[in-house]
């Protein structure tokens, strides 16, 4: 009685917190299974049954299984469920994506949901199962599963260890971290798998027993991959990352041992009888083994491709792109700088322009944007910005399916002429926030949790499939049931949303591949993470990408493309991305918007940061490295109150020159009637507007001056330092030859004391706002002014 009775109470424990749960979560997100309130569609295809048709079966019948075999020890059977909830997990996402490398690694993102349920299962079993038998055997054979285990690691590294959490020195078996890294971490999986198949094998007999052992050989590994990150990654800096770092190694392996500690287990079975010398059993047990050695191979060659694609994208950070791809005269990425072609490197420094948006308007006499003039362009040019992230809107673009809306693209044309005579560089972003400009229906009723929301930016109606999901919201407006279903079916092209905006690319950037002041497209800006992140946030959105980079150099635009992360990285400071190797393209940019201290989730729950400020800036680099790209960020700011603006925007300007990198400030104007503006007398940006008058406010001079500071606007060769506090700066590069490319912007009306060095023909010239500073260089050079 007591074989059933266990895995009885284990399994209806399990039904009942699924079901809990379900009822519980408002958004379908923070649930085991959840429900956002969408109706499923036969025509999408198997996704949207996948959680019920795939990951329920697999989680109880994992379940019943671990509880029969290990259920006679609570801390036995606590693994036994993680492996159940995980295997569920990579199931699922397997049935949606059919990437073995892929699904494997987003086990680990129900970590967080699958321990505590695991903690809760097995102490209901344990009390309640009855009474237990705990025998203890020989451990049996350990090193030869443990040596495996460890061995065929590099191999099917897929995409386990990768991201921002792993900084240089943290050891993993990844062939693109280098052989010492690899051995180290060989040995480690090898060392955590013996000594866990020794505790291990001896209470829980079978196949079983060595997977088990693999599960928390591979969390343990993951705790010694944070420890050495804490150390080599910067320690305690006033933010949560060595927690939120620990956190992903040790999900990193937990699901790295779900889902190959397999292997573990045949081996060991299999070591067990060969040397119990059971002869009569060899043909089986060769017949096993290569089984085992052909699905090892089956998950090891797309694994061990993609390991060798991240590889290569990380050797090509170190050597520039192919100049001669990109046609004279426009940007193109080199390495890890954005370059004009002619050997000088480029700081795109500037603002971001919304007032070409489609936004919401939630206050009938309170328009959404403001009119953007020339006189803009004009006045962003006397402050030294030398680009504007200009934001357009889908659904203004393409208000019926397959048709531009001339109106709308003169708009946009006349925009960048107006960016052109001014010499300021334009990069096109396709601007959403929360999907859509659609909100909360009137009369609706919203879930318990959620409440009303705005709608604000985004696709136009025909792209947005919402299934009946609820236009509610849950903390912020990028956790709505409504707008996540919507991306859930744009990541997986249902009705070919997907396939329009590739079409929709390709026709936008053949209206400006002739103009090299264009420096690129900018293709969704914040993208969401619909309902099965990561396969939208990784995997789904890198194939997007790879489409949509297609098209446009389908149709001869030459233009840089810069590839934002999911809006998780504007939430948490950091996110995993699309996968090294998505396009074969050189010419991208990474460009993560840096709101560390500002937006993030972190603040608005009155915690620590979770990523400090100067931290932020290393691991997008690092994850630029990993694709071999330069990193640019499109957006920052918004900092709150006022004294507190001020003083991060100082720390984010030194950090930023610290880094010699440009990135563009949110935002130039916002209406009062912006739905990013809430309602209050001031419409918020630089240039503010007062919202009783509806006139110009006065304009934020405060944080201007810190944005306007000197900078190089074009450096020869490579910046090696910079630092600046308005007008006073100090830089220094090294060029391979001789140049002539040196342009150095310095504001104010003050004719800069300069001194130079390595600087040949050096000319000041007083222009609108300031002034400008050239030269030619060749070798190593230095210029400072005020200092």
């Not at 092209?493 to 591949?513: K, P, Y």
């Not at 040949?760 to 050079?781: A, K, R, S």
Request: net charge negative; charged share 20%.
């Amino acid at each position: 009685m007591t074989r059933v009775r266990r895995p009885l109470v284990a399994l209806c424990t399990m039904l009942v917190l699924v079901v809990v749960q379900a009822f519980l979560d408002p958004t379908g997100l923070l649930a085991l299974v959840g429900w956002s309130g969408a109706l499923p569609r036969l025509e999408a295809g198997l996704w949207p049954f996948a959680t019920i048709a795939v990951f329920v079966p697999v989680l109880l019948a994992v379940t019943w299984w671990v509880t029969v075999r290990a259920g006679d020890r609570y801390w036995t059977l606590v693994p036994g469920i993680v492996l159940a909830v995980m295997l569920a997990q990579a199931a699922t996402c397997l049935a949606m994506t059919w990437d073995a490398a892929t699904a494997a690694w987003a086990a680990g993102y129900v970590t967080a949901k699958g321990v505590p349920v695991a903690l809760v299962v097995a102490a209901v079993a344990r009390w309640f199962g009855g009474p237990t038998e705990r025998r203890v055997e020989a451990p049996g054979s350990v090193w030869v599963p443990a040596i495996l285990f460890a061995a065929i690691a590099p191999f099917v590294a897929g995409v386990w260890w990768t991201g921002a959490v792993y900084a240089p020195g943290v050891p993993a078996a990844r062939p693109d971290r280098g052989a010492v890294s690899v051995i180290l971490g060989m040995l480690l999986l090898a060392g955590a798998a013996w000594l866990c198949l020794r505790w291990m094998r001896p209470r829980v007999r079978g196949v079983l027993g060595g997977w088990l052992a693999a599960i928390v050989a591979g969390g343990l590994v993951g705790v010694v991959q944070a420890l050495v990150a804490f150390a080599v990654d910067g320690g305690v800096r006033g933010d949560l990352w060595p927690l939120m770092s620990a956190y992903v190694t040790v999900a990193d392996g937990l699901s790295f041992g779900a889902c190959l500690g397999w292997t573990v287990g045949v081996a060991a079975v299999v070591a067990d009888r060969l040397a119990a010398g059971r002869a009569a059993r060899v043909p089986r047990i060769v017949a096993a083994a290569a089984a085992l050695v052909a699905l090892v191979a089956a998950i090891a060659l797309p694994s061990f491709n993609a390991a060798v694609a991240a590889s290569e994208a990380h050797a090509a950070a170190a050597a520039p792109a192919d100049a001669g791809a990109v046609s004279a005269g426009f940007l193109r990425a080199e390495g890890r700088r954005i370059t004009d072609g002619e050997g000088n490197q480029v700081l795109l420094r500037g603002v971001n322009v919304n007032q070409l948006v489609d936004f919401y308007q939630p206050q009938p006499d309170a328009p959404a944007t403001r009119p953007f003039t020339e006189d803009d362009v004009a006045v962003i040019a006397a402050q030294g910005f030398d680009v504007i992230r200009l934001n357009v809107s889908w659904s203004a673009l393409e208000p019926e399916r397959g048709v531009l809306d001339e109106a709308y693209l003169d708009r946009i044309h006349e925009a960048v002429d107006w960016a052109d005579d001014h010499g300021v560089y334009v990069v096109l972003d396709m601007h959403q926030d929360g999907w859509w400009n659609g909100a909360t229906p009137e009369g609706a009723e919203c879930r318990a949790g959620t409440s009303p929301m705005w709608g604000y930016d985004g696709a136009p109606e025909w792209a947005t499939i919402t299934d009946a999901a609820p236009r509610c919201q849950f903390e912020g407006r990028d956790i709505s049931p409504a707008g996540n279903r919507a991306f859930q079916n744009f990541y997986f092209d249902t009705d070919g949303v997907q396939a329009a905006l590739v079409e929709t690319w390709g026709r936008l950037a053949a209206e400006f591949r002739d103009d090299p002041m264009v420096a690129g497209f900018d293709l969704l800006n914040e993208p969401g993470f619909g309902e099965t992140a990561p396969v939208t946030t990784s995997y789904q959105l890198g194939r997007f990408y790879d489409r949509a980079i297609a098209e446009i150099r389908a149709v001869g635009a030459p233009q840089i493309v810069f590839v934002e992360p999911s809006i998780l990285w504007s939430g948490l400071g950091f996110d995993s991305g699309p996968p090294s190797g998505f396009t074969d393209d050189d010419n991208i940019v990474f460009s993560p918007h840096l709101y560390a201290e500002s937006i993030t989730m972190d603040r608005s729950l009155g915690l620590p940061p979770i990523v400090g400020m100067e931290r932020q800036f290393e691991l997008a680099q690092r994850v630029a490295d990993s694709y071999g790209a330069p990193l640019w960020s499109g957006e920052y700011g918004y900092w709150g109150d006022d004294a507190d603006r001020v003083a991060r925007l100082e720390r984010y300007a030194a950090t930023e020159d610290a880094h010699g990198l440009g990135s563009a400030y949110w935002v130039w104007k916002q209406a009062c009637g912006d739905p990013q503006n809430g309602i209050g007398p001031i419409g918020d940006g630089l240039m503010r507007q007062d919202c009783e008058t509806g006139e110009d406010a006065a304009p934020r001079t405060d944080l201007l001056e810190i944005l306007s500071r000197a900078y190089p606007q074009s450096a020869p060769g490579e910046l090696t330092a910079l630092s600046a506090d308005g007008a006073e700066f100090e830089l220094a590069g090294t060029a391979d030859g001789e140049g002539c490319g040196l342009r150095v912007w310095v504001p104010g009306s003050a004719k800069p004391d300069l001194r130079a060095e390595g600087i040949t023909e050096v000319e000041l010239t007083e222009v609108p706002g300031g002034w400008t500073v050239t030269g030619c260089v060749d070798g190593e050079y230095a210029l400072t002014a005020g200092r």
